[in-house]
Nanobody, 124 residues
Framework: QVQLVESGGGLVQPGGSLRLSCAASGRTFSSYAMGWFRQALGKEREFVAG????????YYADSAKGRFTISRDGARNTVYLEMHSLEPEDTAVYYC?????????????????WGQGTQVTVSS
């Protein structure tokens, strides 16, 4: 079992930045690929970014490329999502997820564990 706890969400103005964190506990964190997803009100949960087990490969949705950065810290069992140039369209609940095997996927149905989510609101 892997437990995931997100933090770092909040209210930010358009053009602002946030860093989300996802702390993992339980089974060996380094064995899992990690992903960030988001779900806006009334919409389906969508892929934002993914990172493989070692952190050597990252993947992004088109909406996140150039603005968001995913990273992981094995010593802290934590994965991060740095978000810049935020837009109102980025408003959503952001979830982190863990997947075994070690490569991430943009398909939410292929993830084994999920956090409870953290709300990000971009508004002036």
């Amino acid at each position: 079992q892997v437990q995931l706890v997100e933090s770092g969400g909040g209210l930010v103005q358009p053009g602002g930045s946030l860093r989300l964190s996802c702390a993992a506990s339980g089974r060996t964190f380094s064995s899992y690929a990690m992903g960030w997803f988001r779900q806006a009100l009334g919409k389906e949960r969508e892929f934002v970014a993914g990172i493989n087990w070692s952190g050597s490969s990252t993947y992004y949705a088109d909406s996140a490329k150039g603005r968001f950065t995913i990273s992981r810290d094995g010593a802290r069992n934590t994965v991060y999502l740095e978000m810049h140039s935020l837009e109102p369209e980025d408003t959503a609940v952001y979830y982190c997820a863990a997947r075994d095997p070690r490569a991430p996927s943009s398909d939410r149905n292929l993830y084994d564990y999920w956090g409870q989510g953290t709300q990000v609101t971009v508004s002036s």
